[in-house]
Nanobody
Framework: QVQLVESGGGLVQAGGSLRLSCVAS????????MGWFRQAPGKEREFVAS????????NYLDPVKGRFTISRDNAKNTAYLQMNSLKPEDTAVYYC??????????????????WGRGTQVTVSS
């Protein structure tokens, strides 16, 4: 399995931006579809965005379309989530996930093999 470490979370006002990073180690992520999920208090973990192995196809949760952008740099073994126009309802712990050989279209947590520990994103109103 690949090990994943997220960073870049924090406290931001509504309308602000954050960029999350997910650094992988142990294996190259070029063989993995990469995804971002989030979990708010008292709620289930939900899919946010994903990207295919080559970085030329992406998938997004409807409420974040047009505001969030997922990307990856396989040479740096890193995936990113740029979050703009943040809203209080985006407040959650954000997790990076990797799916070996899987499709970027999969949105279920069960389809991802490796997970980071998460980074907290708090958006104040």
């Amino acid at each position: 399995q690949v090990q994943l470490v997220e960073s870049g979370g924090g406290l931001v006002q509504a309308g602000g931006s954050l960029r999350l990073s997910c650094v992988a180690s142990g294996r190259t992520i070029s063989a993995y579809a990469m995804g971002w999920f989030r979990q708010a208090p008292g709620k289930e973990r939900e899919f946010v965005a994903s990207i295919n192995r080559h970085g030329d196809s992406t998938n997004y949760l409807d409420p974040v379309k047009g505001r969030f952008t997922i990307s990856r740099d396989n040479a740096k073994n890193t995936a990113y989530l740029q979050m703009n126009s943040l809203k209080p309802e985006d407040t959650a712990v954000y997790y990076c996930a990797a799916s070996l050989g899987g499709s970027y279209l999969q949105t279920s947590v069960t389809k991802y093999d490796s997970w980071g520990r998460g980074t907290q994103v708090t958006v104040s109103s």
